[in-house]
């Protein structure tokens, strides 16, 4: 009998390096990625830069099946973070209370979910004393063959003009930040907020 | 998101460090009943500091350049000094860079003793050393080079007095996770060079203000407490609370099959209340600025790794 059980166990260890082999063999989103989605995701980045004018946020979500909304608000001085899964009332109670349209926000919800992006956000840098913001949209990329090391994401930078800095400039010499077309360009980080 | 331990560097790392120091660190100070001190009354002391600091300031040179160093632009250094004695709150690690527990310390170190850290900090600028309690700060001449160059970091790229203070900070107090990258490169701020232990965190805090503090908890284990909530609300009756947390909890998501049990961030405790659905309303500080979100009490028992607790601090503080 403990040997039957032993061979079951080795059979499911088994089972689950074949799966993780096979997850490991899919293709990491490329160029080519942004080129298929090109119509949605313009739309995304258009709903979310006329959400973000009225209050500065960033949106995602917190799981596989992207069903669980993730909203973080800032106001002046405090950062508001609601996630759907466990505070879905008070999601709800701020969209209300910062007063967002929640038609546009459920068209992001829906839109982000169809493209299967995982986190929309801005971030500022400075390039010779000038604040410049980039959007940038995360996707899940392949799942990683080791289990020990950091899950990669795919990530999609929108600066809003050439932006010509010597960071900007290594990176691209060391291919970590590939160019799609004007001022669309990608990278594959291990953090995706 | 402070990756001071990114995990696969970590995994390798604590094998290591748990042979050496093995569980010795799980250390639970300050045993004796520590003086009850209202936030308010801190909020007092700080006002004080903080309008006895800016009239230092307004008495400093602070437009000739130190040659020291020398990427260090003196208006955006003094007026980023100027900035973080306003607004301790603003105090910000960065983007990718591993400053947190330096961000955290130097908040609560303008926040509470303004005076001391302008007085450390311009030293430092126009000598390239200060004293501490009881150690020395002289930074290496890499790291006087670097302050004033760190790109792509967010905030940080113009705050050059924060850069050459983290750096500063990063260079002279050294913990085990740094005994394998004890130099500085360029990009260091993103490794284990500027790493932050819970003892060197506790260690810093010390040199610099003297204050009376407890702590418990250790890098690899969390404080052995029943109810975490109930725990540190009873810590910030005492006084100020600073938290060894796992980042991959704070801002928790499942897209990663392995999530490694190990601190990774430091942030400032200000508010924790139970809510009528049973979750936790949780405000800390980090990032330069103050967070709130729902937590449920299981991802707080998961959160924590080190509870600090500054129940006295000292006006008169000087050294």
Known sequence: MVLGGRRAFAGLILLIVLLASCTAAKKRKSEKYYVEHKQTITEVRQLFDKLYQHMPFSAGFSDRSLKYFVLEILSDSVRFIYNGEKNQPQLEEAVDRFGFDTTQLRTLATKLQQINCIWISKRSFYVNQQRETVTFLSFKSIANPNLFSENKYYILLFPPKQIISRHFRERIRRGDLVKIEDQVWFTIGSNFR | ?319
């Open chain 2, 1 to 319: 998101m402070c990756y001071f331990a990114v995990p696969m560097q970590l995994t390798r790392y604590l094998a290591f460090c748990l042979l050496l120091c093995g569980l010795s660190p799980w250390l639970a100070r300050g045993q004796d009943a520590p003086p009850v001190i209202a936030d308010a009354q801190f909020d007092r002391l700080a006002l004080k500091a903080r309008l006895r600091a800016l009239e230092l300031l307004r008495r400093t040179d602070t437009v000739s350049p130190s040659p020291l160093w020398p990427k260090i632009n003196p208006a955006l250094f003094f007026a980023n000094i100027r900035h973080n004695i306003e607004r301790p709150d603003r105090i910000n690690q960065g983007t990718s860079t591993n400053f947190c527990g330096y961000a955290a310390m130097t908040h609560l170190l303008v926040k509470y003793h303004p005076d001391i850290y302008l007085r450390q900090i311009v030293t430092l600028y126009r000598t390239g050393k200060t004293k501490l309690r009881r150690k020395r700060m002289k930074p290496s001449h890499r790291v006087m080079e670097a302050a004033g160059t760190l790109e792509n970091k967010g905030e940080l790229d113009i705050l050059h007095a924060d850069q050459l203070w983290f750096l500063s900070l990063a260079d002279t107090f050294k913990g085990y996770l740094n005994w394998l990258a004890p130099t500085y490169h360029p990009g260091s701020e993103n490794r284990l060079w500027a790493a932050t232990n819970y003892g060197k965190f506790n260690r810093m805090l010390r040199e610099f203000t003297g204050d009376e503090m407890t702590a418990a908890g250790s890098d690899f284990i969390s404080p052995w407490v029943k109810n975490f909530n109930d725990y540190i609300n009873g810590q910030l009756r005492e006084g100020v609370v600073i938290l060894y947390v796992n980042s991959k909890y704070l801002y928790e998501h499942k897209f990663s099959i392995f999530k490694l049990r190990a601190p990774t961030h430091f942030i400032v405790a200000y508010e924790m209340l139970r809510t009528d659905e049973g979750l936790i309303r949780f405000r800390y500080w980090d990032y330069g600025m103050k967070t709130e979100q729902l937590i449920t009490p299981k991802r707080l028992r998961r959160l924590i790794f080190g509870v600090t607790t500054i129940t006295e601090t000292r006006e008169d503080a000087r050294f």
